[in-house]
């Protein structure tokens, strides 16, 4: 397939893009401060590491904690501002992403470049004062910033590898969580591959939402290189695979580490089934993560699988190893007997 951009049909007049100056504005807004909210994914790992670990805890908790927020935060605004600049040929063949500060002219792209270092190295630095294991997945995750963003991997053109890239973020945030709270251990693998495949479920459902609202396969391709791939049946494929992957880790480690959690599974499975709903709206939500808070349904639906798992986590119900001990011979039992 040839790398040009293909046309997309003209705007009308009163959609003309209008060309602006640089501005002190136009550079905050590639930082992108409303999706600092997706850093939320940071929070499992500080309460789970402190779940798994009580030991850790006072004042100087709480200090690491926000420094370590912010560090992620200055990290993620230097991956979004690169995100930014190389998007914006692809960007302007959005019905309305053409409107973003960089295709609408707001940005000087050399300051773009100085911004995208100086943002990553007062993340890196703030990290430093915390740990350096918190600063190594930091520092990976902005790396991963580049694999998804620059030539000549640029991931974010190859199909698949485009969700599982960015979804990788996820353990990588939760990682960050759990070094925050100073534990000297590492989280558990089947909880980071949950994490990641939940995030890829997530990630595949945006590309669906995408896909089905530009509606148009040459204009999609135009957008994203990598919808000149995929088809919806592709995506929703994909999509079966990421939710039950992430499913099944789950439960490897709530049978590992923490047994009651089981009891949140129902929970789960609504706001996977929520989101999934929402992809389908048209102009959906699930394009602009940013604004899923005003999806009540969702909404309600999440905080009540977090206070949900919250208390699960803390709560004792040695019931449940009765009631779901083995009944039939295992291998492990005929070993060790």
Not at 76 to 83: C, E, F, L, Q
Not at 205 to 214: P, S
Not at 249 to 272: D, K, Q, S, T
Request: glycine share 6%; proline share 8%.
């Amino acid at each position: 397939m040839s790398d040009r951009i293909a046309p997309v049909p003209p705007r009308t007049a009163d959609a003309a893009p209008v060309l602006r100056r640089p501005s002190l504005g136009g550079h905050l807004a590639i930082c992108r401060v409303d999706h600092w909210f997706k850093n939320v994914f940071v929070l499992p790992g500080i309460v789970i590491a402190l779940a798994l670990d009580p030991g850790q805890g006072g004042l100087g908790l709480w200090v690491r904690i926000v420094v370590g927020l912010l560090a992620t935060c200055l990290i993620a605004a230097s991956n979004y501002v690169i995100n930014e600049v190389l998007d914006a040929p692809f960007d302007r063949q959005h019905p309305t992403k053409w409107q973003r500060p960089v295709p609408s002219g707001r940005v000087s792209i050399p300051v773009a470049w100085v911004q995208w270092v100086l943002l990553m190295a007062a993340g890196l630095l703030l990290a430093i004062t915390v740990s350096g294991a918190l600063t190594m997945s930091l520092a990976v995750l902005w790396l991963m910033g580049c694999v998804y963003n620059l030539p000549p991997i640029r991931s974010k053109d190859l199909p698949y590898v485009d969700v599982l890239s960015e979804a990788v973020n996820n353990p990588l945030r939760l990682m960050a969580g759990w070094f925050m709270v100073g534990s000297s251990s590492v989280a558990p693998g089947s909880l980071l591959l949950s994490y990641w495949m939940i995030g890829a479920y997530f990630m595949g459902m945006k590309r669906f939402a995408e896909y089905h609202d530009i509606s148009d396969p040459v204009r999609a391709s135009a957008y994203r290189r990598s919808f000149a791939f995929y088809t919806e049946p592709r995506l929703l494929v994909s999509i079966m695979f990421y939710g039950s992957a992430a499913m099944l880790f789950l439960g490897a480690f709530i049978v590992r580490y923490r047994l009651e959690l089981i009891l949140a599974f129902p929970l789960i499975a609504l706001n996977m089934a929520i989101y999934l709903y929402l992809a389908f709206k048209p102009d959906s939500p699930v394009q602009r993560p940013e604004g899923l808070w005003r999806e009540p349904l969702l909404m309600a639906a999440v905080l009540a699988c977090a206070l949900v798992m919250a208390i699960l986590f803390f709560v004792d119900l040695p019931i449940l190893d009765q009631l779901l001990s083995p009944t039939a011979p295992t291998r492990r039992g005929a070993a060790g007997s």
